[in-house]
């Protein structure tokens, strides 16, 4: 880590237990008082530190989001991970989990199929965003001046015959996604792998996840998959109760515990 980077990062906890001055900073870290003011300039430019009338600096407001964006998306994997193991064991395929943040949709969670073809997807790693069937659930949960800022601004590989071929076409799909409720690539991003999935909604209704079951044609066709949405769809349902604190509905048989026929 550089030392520039290191003694920004070193004022944070400083200023965690309470208000301090530049003098206080400076002293704390060991450099010249100009040294220390570049820095905080530089963090109360991004929101991590706050000036106060008195001059004394105090965590910022961006750093408390960020924090809580942090929590939030640690507890739906949290939330979410026993129902993905219970969806794997019922149908044997790849489950993600994914959020949406910065920019990108990224993988959070993983369990791996059940047969020995494995996909090369891994948590912390962003998805094919034009494609792929948690980022079109996320993304189409945006608001419609936001949702066609980023089609517009997005390129558009083409990875595949079926990837999407460009904005409209993009729009056109999230439209269909918000209407239908669930989203699929079949074939968008590698043609021989195909996905399925279910949106997953916090307490104020928004989609801050979704979940996906992803297989080989070797494995299952495009249409055995797609005979899985009530399945991904309970789950995901499951999931969106105990994220946003809904009590849960009585169900004797949920379809998570039903052992779906998959080929060997």
Same mark, same amino acid.
């Given at each position: ?55 004394? +600096? ?39 989990? &994914? ?14 199929? %059940? ?33 066609? &800022? ?19 076409? +993009?729009?056109?799909?999230?439209? %269909? ?37 992803? &297989? ?42 039903? %052992? ?5």
């Amino acid at each position: 880590m550089s030392q520039t980077v290191d003694r920004a990062l070193s004022i944070l906890p400083l200023l965690a237990e309470g208000p301090a001055n530049l003098e206080q900073v400076a002293t704390r870290l060991g450099v010249h008082k100009s040294t220390a003011l570049r820095l905080l300039r530089t963090l109360h430019e991004h929101g991590m530190v706050y000036r106060q009338r008195d001059q004394r +600096y105090r965590l910022g407001a961006r750093l408390f989001a960020l924090a809580q964006e942090a929590m939030e998306q640690l507890d739906v994997r949290d939330i979410a991970h026993p129902h993905l193991v219970a969806l794997n064991e019922a149908c044997g395929h790849t489950v993600h989990l &994914a959020v949406h943040e910065e920019g990108e949709v990224v993988y959070i969670d993983k369990v791996e199929s %059940r047969y020995p073809v494995r996909m090369h997807s891994r948590i912390g790693k962003p998805v094919a965003i034009t494609v792929a069937a948690v980022a079109k659930l996320l993304l189409a949960d945006l608001p419609e001046a936001e949702r066609r &800022a980023v089609a517009e601004r997005l390129d558009y590989p083409a990875y595949t015959a079926r990837s999407t071929p460009n904005a409209n076409a +993009y729009l056109a799909e999230l439209a %269909r996604v918000r209407e239908q409720g669930w989203a699929s690539d079949l074939g968008g991003h590698e043609e021989s792998i195909n996905c399925l999935g279910a949106p997953i909604r916090g307490a104020d209704g928004r989609v801050g996840a979704a979940l996906s079951v992803s &297989a080989p044609n070797v494995v299952v066709s495009a249409e055995e998959l797609l005979a899985l949405r009530p399945l991904v769809l309970r789950t995901a349902e499951a999931i969106s109760r105990e994220y946003s604190g809904r009590p849960p509905v009585n169900d004797p048989e949920p379809l998570v515990r039903t %052992r779906v026929e998959r080929h060997p």
